[in-house]
């Protein structure tokens, strides 16, 4: 397949120690803190994929937080391109919490965010296809189609709600 590259291949693993700053009222990691931590893991995942200087957030498909994230657990992000578009990425991330005095290990969370490259003049370029390898990539492959059909519904509708809206500044509006 001309232009095409393994999902390993644009795979990123960060593993950080919680701190306690990270901490939420309930002794467990800010759902935001996370939420940057995948962020972060995407785009290096989508530019190596893409290999530009750029490539942007286009949605946070979803998050789905899994189990809570402690003090004593060690959060690994591991992200890579489940599926691509002509000119965007599907990045999955799967967030992996070790209790670092029990070695137990859990799924924490999963993300799928879509990105797209950009070039020079902040214009989107076409993105190489992917060949999945593994038992995991050739699942989430398997119903990437699906999920691309599901954003373009939901960009819809998003586009729609965004025209209905009022720009207004709230002392503006009439009461």
Not at 128 to 153: H, W, Y
Request: with cysteine; charged share 30%.
């Amino acid at each position: 397949m001309e232009n095409c590259k393994h999902p390993k291949d644009s795979k990123i693993v960060s593993t950080d120690q919680v701190l306690i700053n990270d901490l939420n009222n309930y002794n467990t990691l800010f759902g935001g803190v996370l939420m940057k931590k995948i962020d972060n893991n995407a785009t290096l995942s989508a530019r190596r994929h893409a290999r530009v200087k750029e490539c942007v957030t286009a949605s946070t498909d979803s998050v789905e937080f899994l189990y809570p994230i402690t003090q004593s657990d060690s959060v690994c992000v591991e992200s890579y391109v489940a599926y691509t578009g002509e000119k965007s990425m599907e990045i999955f991330c799967k967030v992996i919490s070790e209790n670092m005095i029990t070695a137990e290990r859990k799924i924490a969370a999963v993300a799928f965010l879509t990105f797209v490259a950009l070039d020079e003049s902040k214009k989107p370029i076409k993105v190489p296809k992917i060949s999945p390898q593994s038992k995991e990539e050739k699942l989430l492959f398997m119903d990437g189609e699906e999920r691309a059909k599901i954003r373009k519904i939901k960009r819809r509708q998003s586009q729609n709600m965004i025209e209905s809206l009022d720009r207004k500044k709230p002392w503006e509006l009439e009461q």
